[in-house]
C-alpha cells in the first residue's frame, strides 16, 4: 500500500456529546443525536474503515495485510504491528466523568484480572478493556474548560471554608494527606454526599462570578446530588483557550467539562470513573491509580516550524501538529515519520507525492502510510496530522 487514502472515522454518540459541534467543525449535517467524539483509529471498539478502489475496511485489517507498507518498519517494530496511536474530535455539551487512566502495569495487570474474572469486555461494569496505557492530549479548537490534578492542601481547605466546610477528611488535609483525604470522598455515603453538595450550593449561590462557584451551580443541574459536583473544590479548575494543549499522565485525575477540541492518545479506552456519571464507578480500582500528590496542569509548549506547530514530546506513540498552508506557502515532510492521518478542519489544498496529486478539504480525512515517503502540502488549509515520533 503506497498511497494516500480515504479514512471513514466512526461517530460515538455519548449522551454528553454536543448534537452539532463536530459536524459544524466538518462541514457535516448533524445527526439530531448527540455526538460526543469521532474515533480515528484502529481501535477495536470503533475502527475506521480506509477505502481502497471504492471499497471499505477496516483499518486494523489494511494493517494486517500489509504492515510494512502502512505502518513502516520503525513503527511496525516498536508497537507490535499495531497503529500506535487514536485520533479524536471530541465535542463535550456535558462534562464529563471524573477519570483516570491506568499506566501500562497496571493496565495489564487490571486486564488480566478481570479477564480472569469472567467480566465480558462490553460490559457495564469493565474498567480495563485492553491492555494498554491511555496517556492523552486535548486541543482546544473552542475555549475548553477541564478539571485536572489535585489542588494543594491548603488551597484546598481554604475554598472548603469558602463553600461551607462540605469536604470530608479535614483533618487528613491539614496533615497534606491527599491519598486519605481522597479515599475518604471516594467512600463517603450518599447521603452525607448529597448533604455536602447542597451545603456547598448555598455558598455557591453567592459567588457565581466566580468560576468555581458556577462550575459547581453547572455540574450540580446535570449531577444532583452526585459528589464529584464537589470536584472544582479539589481539583484545579482551567479555561484553555483555543491554541492551547494539555497533557493529561497516567493516574492523573481529571475531567472534561465544555468544549470542542481533538483529542490524541496511545490507543486505549481504559477509563477508570470517580463521579459525575451514571457509569459503573469502581472506587478502589479508581484510588489505585490515581496519583494523590498536588499537580498543575501540564500545559504543552507549542514547537513551531513555519507552516507547522507541533505539540511534541508528549508520549512515544504520538505527536500532534496544526498544519497552517496559505497561497504561496507549503507544508513538506522532511523526516520519516512512519504512517500518519491527517484531518482537515478549514479550507482546502492540495497533497501531493512522488505518484501523485489529490485535493484534500474541510471534513476529509485521510491515511499516509508510511510507504508513501512524505508528501508537499499546498493550498489555503488546516490540517491536524498525527504521527509516530
Known amino acids: 500500500m503506497n498511497e494516500i487514502v480515504d479514512l471513514h472515522a466512526p461517530i460515538q454518540r455519548y449522551a454528553w456529546g454536543s448534537p452539532t459541534a463536530i459536524a459544524d467543525l466538518l462541514g457535516k449535517t448533524p445527526s439530531g443525536e448527540p455526538e460526543a467524539e469521532l474515533w480515528m483509529g484502529e481501535h477495536p471498539k470503533a475502527p475506521a474503515e480506509v ?3 471504492g471499497m471499505r475496511a477496516p483499518l486494523h485489517a489494511v494493517i494486517d495485510r500489509a504492515p510494512e507498507s502502512v505502518l513502516g518498519s520503525r513503527v511496525r517494530e516498536r508497537f ?11 465535542a463535550a455539551g ?3 466523568s471524573i477519570q483516570a487512566h491506568p499506566d501500562l502495569d497496571q493496565a495489564r495487570a487490571g486486564f488480566a484480572r478481570e479477564e480472569a474474572a469472567g467480566i465480558a469486555r462490553d460490559a457495564p461494569e469493565r474498567g480495563f478493556r485492553d491492555q494498554n496505557h491511555k496517556p492523552e492530549v486535548i486541543y482546544a479548537l473552542t475555549p475548553f474548560w477541564v478539571l485536572c490534578g489535585f489542588r494543594e492542601p491548603a488551597e484546598i481547605l481554604a475554598l472548603t471554608e469558602r463553600f461551607g466546610d462540605s469536604l470530608p477528611a479535614r483533618e487528613a488535609l491539614e496533615d ?9 470522598f471516594l467512600d463517603q455515603p450518599r447521603a452525607e454526599a448529597h448533604e455536602r453538595v447542597e451545603r456547598a450550593l448555598q455558598h455557591a449561590g453567592g459567588q457565581l462570578d466566580d ?3 458556577r462550575w459547581l451551580t453547572h455540574l ?3 449531577h444532583p446530588g452526585d459528589a464529584g459536583v464537589l470536584a472544582p473544590l479539589f481539583m484545579h479548575l482551567r479555561r484553555l483557550d483555543p491554541g492551547e494543549a494539555l497533557f493529561t499522565g497516567p493516574g492523573v485525575l481529571h475531567a472534561y467539562l465544555g468544549g470542542l477540541g481533538i483529542e490524541i492518545m496511545a490507543s486505549s479506552d481504559n477509563v477508570l470513573r470517580g463521579g459525575l456519571t451514571v457509569k459503573h464507578v469502581d472506587r478502589e480500582a479508581l484510588a489505585s491509580v490515581v496519583r494523590t500528590e498536588s499537580s498543575a496542569p501540564d500545559l504543552l509548549d507549542a514547537e513551531r516550524r513555519a507552516t507547522e506547530t507541533r505539540f511534541a514530546g508528549m508520549a512515544d506513540e504520538f505527536t500532534l501538529s496544526r498544519i497552517d498552508v496559505a497561497p504561496g506557502e507549503s507544508f513538506e515532510t522532511v523526516e520519516d515519520p512512519g504512517v500518519e492521518i491527517l484531518l482537515v478542519t478549514e479550507g482546502a489544498a492540495r497533497l501531493a507525492t512522488t505518484r501523485g496529486q489529490r485535493r484534500v478539504s474541510r471534513g476529509d480525512i485521510v491515511l499516509v502510510p508510511a ?7 499546498d493550498g489555503d488549509a488546516t490540517v491536524f496530522r498525527a504521527a509516530v515520533p
Open 371 to 377: 510507504a508513501v515517503a512524505g508528501y508537499r502540502l
Open 80 to 90: 507490535g504491528g499495531r497503529l500506535p496511536f487514536l485520533l479524536k474530535v471530541l
Open 220 to 222: 450540580a443541574t446535570h
Open 176 to 184: 497534606g494527606d491527599l491519598d486519605t483525604f481522597f479515599r475518604a
Open 51 to 53: 477505502e481502497i478502489d
Open 94 to 96: 456535558q462534562p464529563l
Open 211 to 213: 468560576p468555581v462557584g
